[in-house]
């Protein structure tokens, strides 16, 4: 690997390649049980991963689909804006800041998201300016009307330029690892604020 191609590296992988920030660290440690896997596929690196919770499918969606919110539990999100909504798919235009030492990098993607309620979320990215592939998919699955879910993200991501095959799969795996972390802890914290306002309410009616 020749300086060039390390420094891009780390510049455009270092969320990952970096210590996880506090509050990301916090969400891995108390969301356990996250599994990822990356293999390689013909249009990039396909990764997948998953998490069970405790919390009912509508928690899930709910998470899930406020994009705007996501810079609040995600720390690696600057910027998450919808900007267009039409009948059969939204724009959500996202930002995010990598680090590692003194190197840093926004990427940008504008992702084009299908919704199929209740437990299915597909993007793909149509700027097409720091990934050449960027497509995949959220999906939530447990019974309506129970009180456990897995959420599973799958991810199929080419970076615009070259980047080692090694430090790539070890980037985006790091990467997605605190994702679901962080993302599982929002769903979990959620879930439990909506049943002690359900109790209240049960508490409070005569």
């Known amino acids: 690997m020749n300086l060039r191609t390390a420094l ?10 970096a210590s996880p920030e506090p509050r ?3 969400a891995a440690s ?5 599994t990822v896997t990356v293999k390689p596929g013909p249009d990039g690196l396909e990764i997948e991963g998953r998490c069970r919770l405790r919390a009912m499918p509508a928690a899930a969606w709910a998470v899930l689909t406020d994009y705007e919110a996501i810079p609040e539990f995600v720390t690696s999100m600057r910027e998450s804006r919808v900007t267009e909504r039409a009948s059969d798919h939204l724009l959500v235009e996202q930002a995010a800041v990598g680090r590692l030492f003194l190197f840093s990098r926004r990427l940008k993607t504008v992702l084009l998201v299908h919704e199929e309620p209740p437990g299915l979320i597909r993007f793909e990215d ?3 300016r720091d990934f050449s592939t960027y497509r ?3 999906r939530i699955e447990g019974d309506p009307d ?3 879910v897995e959420i599973v993200y799958e991810l199929v991501a080419k970076p615009a330029f070259s980047i080692p095959d090694v430090v790539a799969r070890g980037a985006f795996k790091r990467t997605v690892r605190n994702l679901i972390a962080e993302v599982g802890g929002e769903i979990e914290r959620r879930a439990e604020q909506a049943g002690l306002e359900g109790l209240r309410k049960l508490s409070w009616t005569p």
């Open 24 to 26: 990301a660290a916090t």
């Open 126 to 128: 149509v700027l097409g």
């Open 30 to 34: 108390l969301t356990p049980g996250v």
């Open 8 to 17: 891009l590296a780390l510049a455009v992988l270092g969320p990952a390649l």
């Open 146 to 148: 129970g009180d456990e």
């Open 136 to 138: 995949g998919s959220w």
